[in-house]
């Protein structure tokens, strides 16, 4: 298509009203009538009318027909892309673009050409009723189809969609089937009237060329009969009344298959639903069976109290209650190792003090090695710490006294202490107690760790400001007073163990360095942590209060450098005693704590020495 003005191209050939050209024209293919068939014809849209001349360059013999746009509809073709059809009243145009979208643009030109006369397509649409309308709602539907497809509409709205596409293509087809049987009439009456009218054909062909038309030139030059007049309804080849029944058989076959389709859809469609339905119901029955079973639960006094879950009177059996809690602390150690892997250990910037910060408080000096069997009290010189005197100053002192007495004592050949786990270096015992029903099992572990100096384990293990970096078990922590440079008063919740309550600990944590009494005897430092009581913590019913007594006593012992090498982390190991003893504060099955403790002083002493490892690596050795 190209825009044409009718006259000089100048700009006033432009309609002032819009920014449209007065003209449009271009190559079109018309259907002039069964002999011919289609023919290139030029359009021309001008003035509300569209025009049509056997060429361009033949536009001054004038048009051989027009049509007024004011009442025309227009109707792109079902199946042909590059066709439409143009009717005003009972003439109707067939035309043909070279492709879809010059067919669109001669489409939307005369569309809108119309509007600017004062016709808008809606009228013609209206006007013609049910072909265009029929195209455009089965366009429509196409379209609706496709998105409820994208849509993920159920299968009821797209049977319903197949069911109105098929009252389209009925009333298509009883159309179509009206035109076959016009056209079939048509070509009759053709016949009868072509001679008569030949002069009169509405492209003004010659008599020769007519009679010349009646062959069909093939590629070779020859000519062939292009229809026997004989037999009209057989003209050019094409039998119509065949072609028409044929027609009507095909689409009556393809309805009679939709509608079976159609027709088994719905009933598969039916038998899902009842089975959803069904299953639904199912659903709703069990929900309201368990909603009923909590109810019941509810109304028991003991649901939700200490009692159900743990307590003498559980109603949880041993077993459950042993289960239960091995479940929680494998989900607790699967959260534990994704925090791990996620967070990659940032290190955290906390100085570790470069001078012996606890050495000049709390000195004890000892007669014997410490790690000897001695018991005589009488061989422990104590010092008070000069600047460690607060109120729990004595507790401390003696605290540390028990531990360097009788928690070094070796228990390798104690029948009393059972190896409860040997890995590696580190070996666990524990000793069987118990009080009014209660596990007090005292726990006493001895590990080496290479690389790393006592004082250095010590002081990440008293330091509160790294404390969650390796301590797991614990929910919150915070400090509630601090007593002096060496010794804090921490509170905190470990987190819960379910069917456990859970425990809260309130302790008194110190750091001591107790030098040898003899030069070939190792410092040890030690930390000890035990329960005090706080006005600003007092116990609450949220938690069960658990009451400790824990030593990490270290020594560090170093080999001598090759040579006249400097001492590196390769020369230091260091030797760990920790010990617990534990008062879980109510009651739990025994076995259950026995097999929490010994699932998790183990763990917590290899993550905890592992992460000294971590953090001193590479950094300047504190002795
Ligand atoms: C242990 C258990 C329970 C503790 C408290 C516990 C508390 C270690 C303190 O060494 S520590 O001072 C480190 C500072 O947090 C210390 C352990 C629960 C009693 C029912 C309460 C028992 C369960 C055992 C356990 N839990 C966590 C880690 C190791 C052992």
Redesign the pocket.
């Known amino acids: 298509m190209s825009e044409k003005s009718s006259s000089s191209g100048s700009d006033d050939d432009v309609d002032p009203e819009s920014a449209h050209p007065v003209e449009l024209g271009g190559v079109l293919s018309k259907w002039t009538n069964y002999i011919h068939g289609w023919q290139d014809r030029w359009v021309v849209l001008k003035n509300n009318t569209l025009s049509y001349y056997k060429s361009e360059d033949e536009r001054e013999y004038g048009c051989r027909g027009s049509l007024c746009l004011s009442k025309a509809v227009i109707t792109p073709h079902e199946f042909d892309e590059c066709r439409f059809d143009i009717s005003v009243n009972d003439s109707v145009w067939y035309l043909r673009a070279e492709d879809p979208e010059h067919r669109l643009q001669w489409i939307e030109s005369i569309e809108l050409h119309k509007a600017e006369s004062g016709y808008g397509s809606e009228t013609s649409l209206r006007r013609h009723g049910s072909m265009l309308s029929l195209t455009s709602a089965a366009s429509a539907l196409s379209a609706t189809s496709t998105s409820s497809f994208k849509k993920g509409h159920r299968l009821r709205e797209k049977l319903a969609e197949m069911e109105t596409f098929r009252d389209i293509l009925c009333r298509q087809v009883d159309t179509l089937q009206k035109y076959f049987d016009s056209c079939a009439d048509a070509v009759c009456k053709d016949e009868f009237q072509r001679d008569r009218e030949v002069e009169e054909d509405e492209d003004d062909f010659p008599t020769q060329a007519r009679t010349e038309s009646e062959f069909n030139h093939n590629n070779n030059g020859s000519k062939e009969k292009l229809f026997s007049p004989a037999s009209p309804k057989a003209m050019n080849g094409i039998d119509f009344k065949g072609e028409a029944i044929t027609f009507k058989a095909t689409t009556a076959g393809i309805l009679s298959n939709l509608s079976h389709c159609i027709e088994l859809m719905v009933k598969r469609e039916d038998s899902w639903q009842k089975r959803l339905d069904k299953e639904l119901d199912k659903r709703r029955r069990v929900e309201d069976a368990y909603k009923s079973a909590v109810n019941e639960l509810k109304k028991k006094s003991h649901y939700g109290g200490p009692d159900y879950e743990e307590g003498p009177n559980s109603l949880i059996n041993e077993d459950e209650f042993f289960d239960a809690v091995e479940a929680a602390l494998d989900r607790q150690d699967k959260i534990e190792e994704q925090c791990q892997s996620e967070k990659g250990r940032i290190p955290r910037l906390t100085p570790v003090p470069s001078t012996d910060a606890y050495s000049s408080i709390g000195k004890h000096r000892f007669a014997t090695k410490p790690h000897s069997h001695s018991s005589s009290l009488s061989s422990v010189e104590l010092f008070s710490a000069s600047d460690d005197v607060h109120r729990f100053s004595a507790q401390v002192e003696e605290m540390v006294q028990n531990h360097m007495t009788y928690s070094l004592q070796d228990v390798g050949g104690d029948a009393n202490w059972q190896l409860v786990i040997e890995e590696g270096e580190m070996k666990v015992y524990r000793r069987e107690v118990e009080e009014n029903g209660i596990?007090l099992d005292p726990?006493k572990a001895t590990h080496s760790v290479k690389g790393v100096t006592g004082h250095e384990v010590c002081h990440y293990?008293w330091d509160t400001a790294v404390?969650l970096d390796w301590?797991t078990?614990?929910e919150n922590?915070n400090v509630v007073e601090t007593l002096s440079e060496n010794a804090v008063i921490?509170y905190?919740t470990?987190k819960r163990?379910w069917p456990?309550s859970q425990?809260d600990?309130l302790?008194l944590?110190a750091i001591r360095k107790i030098l040898a009494t003899n030069e070939n005897d190792p410092d040890t430092w030690l930390?000890c942590?035990f329960s005090v009581d706080h006005d600003k913590a007092a116990p609450t019913n949220r938690c069960?209060r658990?009451k400790?007594n824990?030593a990490?006593i270290c020594q560090t012992l170093v080999s001598p450098p090759e040579g006249d090498k400097e001492i590196s982390r390769d020369n230091i190991l260091c030797k760990i005693t920790?010990v617990?003893n534990?008062?879980?504060?109510?009651w739990?099955p025994a076995s259950v704590?026995r097999a929490?403790?010994k699932?998790?002083?183990p763990?917590?002493l290899k993550r905890?020495t592992s992460y000294v490892q971590e953090k001193t690596a590479g950094k300047p050795i504190l002795f």
């Open positions: 596990v726990l293990f404390r301590e078990t614990i922590f921490v905190q470990h163990v456990a425990r600990v302790y944590s930390v942590n069960v658990a400790i824990v990490m920790y617990a534990v008062n879980p504060g109510g739990a704590l929490v403790a699932r998790e002083y763990k917590f905890f």
